[in-house]
């Protein structure tokens, strides 16, 4: 593809500009229609809500909002085109499934690979469901401390959905895990390694890790700043600092993975309940989409981030990404 398919239509990588490669609009587990004790899904607060985020981001630079939600996690793209068409705010969506232990599972275990690949591509082409909106390219996701066989024939649909149409692809880890095995599997389908990036990169401060993945031409998520009950943030901030130390500035992009709204009054992180606005805040005060640029940004500058590698970050890096373009090394 030359150009990326946003949920209001066509854009040129060049016009990205500031980018958050992994935020969420709105999500909802599978089985949140069966709490009957949350409160209600409102869909016009929600909404303003998105669109408040979306017009506070803007403050802060961002053009580019890229929410890689799953099919099977309440993925809504009429509701991010309406968000997108009232904020102003560059959005893209994705095709693809979410990791087994955590997904809807039934049907694409019941149906062959081949099936599956053909579904994506038609989200990518044509459309998700009769709306016309496009996705702009494909999500995979692994749980631990294994690929599953299910996740294993997703991964393998995705990768050659994505060889086909020419996408990127976006993934899901469990912390930090198995992501050169999803890089060796979605290279093998014919995904370039400079169209993937390793999402949640982040869950462990592991150096060696992260160099390992963009060794391998991949771009490495450290994608969750603001959730400390996984990992603090001055450790994320360490090992984003060692990694632009090193020389690897091309391969890093940076999100928090927050949601703006949630289909379920009390949605489940981590195995916790967290029902915002009041328990997401005592648990994860920061945990919102403009946490990196009201406290994180400040740190990674002290800890000798300069201007030009966030705009490498932010910009450089996101446009190539879409773009299927390799960084110089
Ligand atoms: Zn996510």
Known sequence: ?????????????????????????????????????????????????????????????????????????????????EVAARSGMRIVCTTGAYKQNEGLTYTFGALPLEDIEAIYVKELTEGIGESGIRAGLVKVATGSPTISDYERKLLIAGGRAAATVGCPVITHTDNATLGLEQIEILTAQGVPAHRILVGHSDGRDDHDYHR??????????????GIETLIPDDRRIESVGKMVDAGYVRSVCLSHDATCASWLGRP???GHLVAPPEAIAATL????????????LPRLRKRGVTETDLHTIFVTNPRRYFRGEEAPR
């Not at 390992?212 to 700043?225: E, H, I, T």
């Not at 005060?285 to 403009?290: G, L």
């Open 1 to 81: 593809m030359d150009w990326i398919n946003t949920v209001t239509g066509r854009a040129q990588p060049e016009e990205l500009g500031m980018t958050l490669v992994h935020e969420h609009l709105l999500i909802g587990f599978p089985g949140w229609q069966m709490d009957a004790l949350a409160p209600r899904f409102r869909r016009v607060e929600a909404l303003a809500r998105g669109v408040d985020r979306m017009q506070e981001l803007r403050d802060f630079g961002v053009t580019t909002f890229l929410d890689p939600c799953p099919m099977d996690l309440g993925r809504d793209v009429e509701f991010m085109a």
């Open 212 to 225: 390992s993945l963009a060794d391998k031409g991949a771009y490495v998520g450290f994608d969750r700043f």
């Open 268 to 270: 489940v992180f981590n």
């Open 285 to 296: 005060p920061n945990w919102e989409c403009t946490h990196l640029f009201k406290r994180i």
